[in-house]
């Protein structure tokens, strides 16, 4: 019985060394930047994505008067597509989520969704950002936990609305078209 319970043991701590924590993965991978691009398919500003231990931190850089004054919701969609910006980017799919049990909304009892964000501001003049982070997502290829993952096989995609999300009416927080969309795709 001992000699089964060290293999046991043994065996653990094989597999503990070699699997990664959340810490050495969020190393491995590169910060990704992409452009933000607007619904006439201009250049909005750009969207840096960084791994962390606990999620993904989304730094936002903003071209001046590319988003219009004032607040805007912002939600990471499923699929890393922004080609149909004449369509209002719907090629990039819906929020990304958990399971359809989920509500949206970040102050939803019933929530949040994965990828329910903060809202932004855009100012009326001048060049702007904006951080945000979600505990919901990696930056990984693969389900890391509950953290659901950007860059599977057709990425993910960062929408900006009209609108501020008021976070809690279904299914997009009342945050109106979408005027804004970072698509994040695998690398070739």
Known sequence: M???AAFVFAALLT????????????????????WIVGTDGQAVGQATFTEAPTGVLIHLEFLDHR????????????????SDFANGFQASGSHITLNHRIQHGLLNSRGPEAGDLPNIFAVPNGIYGAEVFSPHVTMHSAR???RLPLLDEDGAALLIHAHADDQTSQ???????RLACAALTPLP
Do not use: F, K, M, Y
């Open 2 to 4: 001992r000699l089964l």
């Open 15 to 34: 597999a503990c060394a070699s699997t990664p924590d959340s810490t050495q993965l969020a190393r491995e991978l590169q910060p990704r930047t992409v």
């Open 67 to 82: 988003l219009p004054p004032g607040w805007h919701g912002l939600h990471l969609h499923t699929r890393g597509d922004c």
């Open 144 to 146: 890391i936990g509950n």
């Open 171 to 177: 299914p997009i927080g009342n945050a109106g078209a």
